[in-house]
């Protein structure tokens, strides 16, 4: 928690990924679902209307056959407005300190946010600082490449970071903390999950990767990731490579990589939340 003259400001990281919400605050990590969802009571029960549930609620609530279930984010880009609205102030609730309504409308007009977006979803970038302010009213927010949390997060400056996620790999190169070069690939965790599993959360569950399957998936999108990473290395082959995101964490998948580029890479502690830590280390310095 940073201080200032006015008191104690919060500093938040945030990362909205296709299969998960990571946010990073002083106090709080917390990670979810990306996944909204609502159901009409039925006539037996004792209340009335429609229930609505975020997060790991909304995995509890998908168990209702009458459910139904909002994916907020595709490919990394939010494609459900209200829904993304939902999953942005589930995480901003969940990190702040205060408990009562006064106490959390004080600590946000207090708040610094960094939050990150896929490379190719810049043209959001606007409309999501707007929906943020109007919720939040922080004192600040950026929105920034989500994987410069990364890069900041393995104390690096300049780099090519892959972070593999649910449903883009992000392959951006920095200099100096600057992305020069980038892309969002439509290859990623999904590419394997959604040939194990038979639904649409399938994601979520991790014993889908003990399938004996799994091995020849695993092989076939290193081979598109390590296609796309040889494209974007030209002319940088000096900068080290980062890997990050969830997909790192596959069985065999960082071997494949690794393999395939014939030198080592690096890895962030906690690949998971390495984008939503790093960016909340960034709003930190600078709020």
């Not at 998960?20 to 209307?49: I, M, T």
Request: hydrophobic share 40%; with cysteine.
């Amino acid at each position: 928690m940073v201080s200032n003259y006015f008191g104690t400001m919060t500093a938040i990281g945030l990362d909205i990924g296709t299969g998960f919400v990571k946010c990073v605050s002083d106090s709080k990590q917390v990670k979810f679902p990306s996944l909204c969802a609502y159901r009409q009571h039925a006539v037996w029960e004792n209340k009335k209307g429609r229930f609505e549930a975020v997060g790991d609620d909304a995995v509890r609530l998908a168990a209702y056959p009458d459910s139904v279930v909002i994916r907020p984010v595709m490919l990394g880009r939010p494609i459900h407005e209200r829904g993304f609205e939902e999953l942005v102030k589930k995480a901003v609730d969940l990190v702040l300190q205060n408990n009562d309504a006064m106490g959390k409308e004080a600590e946000l007009a207090q708040c610094c946010m960094a939050i990150g977006l896929p490379y190719e979803a810049r043209p959001h970038a606007q409309a999501i600082q707007k929906m943020v302010t109007r919720l939040f009213h922080p004192k600040r927010c950026d929105i920034v490449p989500q994987v410069l949390g990364t890069l900041i997060d393995v104390d690096l400056s300049s780099a090519i970071i892959v972070s593999i996620g649910q449903g883009t790999t992000e392959i951006v190169a920095f200099r100096e903390y600057s992305a020069i070069r980038g892309t969002s690939v439509h290859h990623a965790v999904n590419d394997i999950t959604s040939k194990l599993g038979n639904c649409k959360t399938a994601y979520l569950d991790n014993t889908i990767f003990t399938d004996p399957k799994v091995g020849s998936l695993v092989a076939m999108l290193a081979d598109s990731i390590i296609d796309d990473l040889n494209g974007m290395r030209q002319d940088l082959e000096e900068l080290p490579i980062v890997v990050s995101g969830g997909g790192i964490l596959i069985p065999k998948l960082k071997d494949a990589i690794e393999s395939r580029l014939s030198h080592d890479i690096i890895t962030p502690q906690d690949p998971v939340m390495s984008n939503a830590l790093g960016l909340f280390k960034l709003v930190s310095r600078e709020c």
